[in-house]
């Protein structure tokens, strides 16, 4: 098939040697173990799992209690509110990252000036890091709030009355009812969000380095692929590549695994989760699930 | 809340004292809005401010108003060639759009409907192609591709994002929510499959494709990491590509960021609108997202 052939094609490039030209040779695996003795390679693999660690921990809650938010009594107008907190997400990505280059420039950057600090904060990279965690946070809390938002608002009604019933608060509604019912979409938000970072690329450049490429102290796996391919260094590109498809294989296994293990203690939870979300576009309205829900 | 309201806490009936607490929660979670609102929208204000200050009065006065206010960072952006950046952005988009949403209907109702051998396995593959990044095929499609000369070409950027598996995802399960009767009854009165797609199952699909249409042109859109490796010529590149490079010729890596930001805007604008226009359709098409 036309997506997968050159998958298998990267593969095969992966244990050659190929400048772009010419013929190739079979080099075995010399390309993978030079990329592993390559000390920039391990810099970047951590930097890969640190963006998507740090930024994960922080949007993924987040989007959910901006949902929670607007989903709740307290707040009035959430389609007044619902398209300027999405609006991140309809920006140029590029675009986004080259404001952001002159928010936090040193010299003449609006942070700086505003508060009169000299901060480097896109040149000093133990602070630059973060903000390129904070530019994905900006990023991305719009599309999971929405995401989240759709689900809440399949939430079945009842479930939440009966547990207000029962007397439970607006904290143990949240984790007892809620957060169960929602647990399917919590996944499948961490696991997609998980495989998105693995190949990040564009922010941590355009925002630390603009055209060019970012150090490789804070740049991620893609660079170390891209760069060997643009100086035609196929074969390890090609491995670096392969890599990077093994880490979001681990990196969604880390987070199935760490499903299971919670996932272990609220069985009865998950039942009803898969009764009310495993068929489509029915449930609505319906009070099936309002007696199991309760903790 | 006023400060009255606080004095009383202590002797409040029960009553008041939960109206007291609500009003509380609801004054925090505006503040928290409110923030979070400012933020997401202040990238895009400071932008069309500083596309209006000139490439010197962007480092000079960078947080407050123009002063004056010029357009010369859009003369400036013109002289970039970034029109043509701009319509290549266009081009390719539009059109891959076109031909994506397209195949993803036909694919998502061979998969769906039709049946066929191997019709699972298939599919199960396309799906499994998901988890892979863009970057392990990106040095065989470039091995491949320099071979046909497609290297800094339009085609390049545009043919290999033409069957998007999402999009083939969502119209198959889409249309599990279609009765089989409703096509049997097009068969039964003797319409062509060719028919029955377009007559029967396009009407259904309707919303679901134009929802998959605004997203599948944000994403072409914000490509840039494929056109920045396969397509980096200023003939077919994207302004997403283009942007980044405007630098002053003479100090060579200092970013004009005047011109920058004018780019920016035309970088921005048209998907703002965009999701102005048809905002439910891009809510819808990421809280299928939530399925």
């Known amino acids: 098939m036309f997506s997968i052939w050159p998958d298998i094609d990267s593969l095969i490039l992966s244990f050659e040697q190929y400048a772009g030209f010419g013929p190739t040779r079979p080099v075995g695996l010399a390309n993978y173990r030079a990329l592993f003795d390559y000390s920039a390679f391990w810099t970047e693999v951590g930097n890969t799992l640190f963006y998507w660690v740090a930024h994960a921990v922080i949007v993924i809650p987040l989007a959910f209690i901006t949902a929670l938010l607007l989903r709740s009594k307290l707040i009035r107008g959430s389609k007044f509110w619902k398209p300027l907190l999405f609006l991140p997400q309809v920006m140029s990505v590029v675009a986004v990252s080259l404001v952001w280059q002159t928010m936090f420039s040193t010299q003449y950057g609006v942070v700086n000036s505003v508060f009169g600090t000299h901060v480097a904060w896109l040149t000093d990279y133990d602070v630059a890091r973060w903000i390129v965690v904070l530019l994905l946070v900006w990023q991305g809390l719009g599309f999971w709030f929405v995401v989240f938002l759709a689900g809440l608002t399949a939430v079945d009604p009842a479930i939440i009355e009966a547990a207000i019933v029962d007397g439970a608060g607006a904290v143990r509604r949240t984790f007892s009812v809620i957060v169960p019912l929602m647990r399917r979409v919590l996944l499948f938000a961490v696991i997609i969000d998980a495989i998105g970072s693995v190949s990040l690329y564009t922010q941590p450049n355009v925002l630390l380095a603009g055209s060019g490429m970012a150090n490789p102290s804070v740049s991620t796996l893609s660079n170390l692929e891209v760069g060997n391919l643009e100086s035609g260094v196929f074969g390890q590109s090609a491995a670096a590549g392969w890599l990077l498809f093994v880490l979001t294989i681990v990196v969604t296994a880390v987070v199935f695994g760490g499903n299971w293990l919670l996932g272990g203690r609220s069985s009865e939870g998950n039942r009803v989760i898969r009764r009310k979300t495993g068929a489509p576009r029915v449930g609505e309205g319906s009070a099936g699930g309002a007696g199991r829900a309760r903790p | ?291």
């Open chain 2, 1 to 291: 809340m006023s400060e009255a309201a606080v004095l009383q806490r202590g002797g409040a009936p029960p009553a008041e004292w939960a109206r007291w607490r609500t009003g509380a929660a609801s004054l925090l979670a505006y503040g928290v809005l409110i923030a979070l609102t400012v933020a997401s929208v202040y990238p895009l204000v400071l932008m069309g401010i500083d596309s209006l200050k000139g490439d010197s009065q962007v480092a000079v006065n960078s947080a407050g108003l123009p002063h004056p206010w010029t357009i010369a960072s859009y003369r400036s952006l013109i002289s970039h060639g970034a029109l043509r950046s701009f319509g290549n952005s266009l081009l390719v988009a539009g059109l891959t759009t076109l031909g994506a949403v397209f195949i993803s209907g036909l694919a998502g109702y061979s998969f769906g409907k039709l049946r066929f051998p191997g019709r699972t396995l298939i599919f199960a593959c396309l799906l499994g192609t998901i988890m892979v990044p863009i970057q392990t095929a990106l040095p065989g499609f470039y091995a491949e591709f320099a071979r046909f000369h497609w290297i800094d070409t339009y085609q390049i950027q545009i043919v290999p994002f033409l069957a998007p598996v999402f999009g083939v995802f969502i119209v198959r399960q889409y249309l599990y929510s279609v009765p089989d009767e409703f096509i049997e009854a097009a068969r039964l009165d003797g319409a062509s499959e060719w028919r029955i797609y377009w007559r029967v199952i396009v009407p259904v699909l309707r919303p679901i494709l134009a929802a998959l249409a605004v997203l599948e042109f944000l994403a072409m859109w914000n490509n840039y990491l494929w056109p920045q490796v396969m397509a980096s010529t200023q003939n077919v590149a994207p302004l997403a590509v283009t942007l980044p490079t405007y630098t002053n010729s003479v100090i060579g890596i200092i970013p004009l960021y005047g011109t920058i930001m004018a780019g920016n805007i035309l970088a921005t604008v048209p998907l703002v609108l965009i999701f102005i226009k048809y905002q439910d359709l891009f809510m819808r098409g990421v809280a299928y997202n939530a399925e």
